[in-house]
Nanobody, 122 residues
């Protein structure tokens, strides 16, 4: 079982910055991709950014040039630096990770964090 714990959300004015962190713990053999998703009220959850174990990244068009995803493989932690925040970035941000877990042998896992609220005021 792999748990993800997010931190770093909060209230910020438009144009401000926030940094989200997500630490994975548990019976981890290896982590492949880690990513951030968000869900605004009344909308579907959408991918914000993702990063592979090798460092390849992928961003939603709406955040390119403003958000940066990074990870520390030694700490099983992924970060999301969010700059130039806009009111439309307001959402609950969820961390996601997939890889291999060591529970009764080596098996696949996919886990979600509990979510952290990001609110951007205009």
């Amino acid at each position: 079982q792999v748990q993800l714990v997010e931190s770093g959300g909060g209230l910020v004015q438009a144009g401000g910055s926030l940094r989200l962190s997500c630490a994975a713990s548990g019976s981890i053999f290896s982590i492949n991709a880690m990513g951030w998703y968000r869900q605004a009220p009344g909308k579907q959850r959408e991918l914000v950014a993702a990063i592979t174990s090798g460092g390849s990244t992928n961003y939603a068009d709406s955040v390119k040039g403003r958000f940066t995803i990074s990870r520390d493989n030694a700490k099983n932690t992924v970060y999301l630096q969010m700059n130039s925040l806009k009111p439309e970035d307001t959402a609950v941000y969820y961390c996601n990770a997939d890889g291999l877990t060591v529970v009764a042998g080596i098996t696949d896992f996919g886990s979600w964090g509990q979510g952290t609220q990001v609110t951007v005021s205009s």
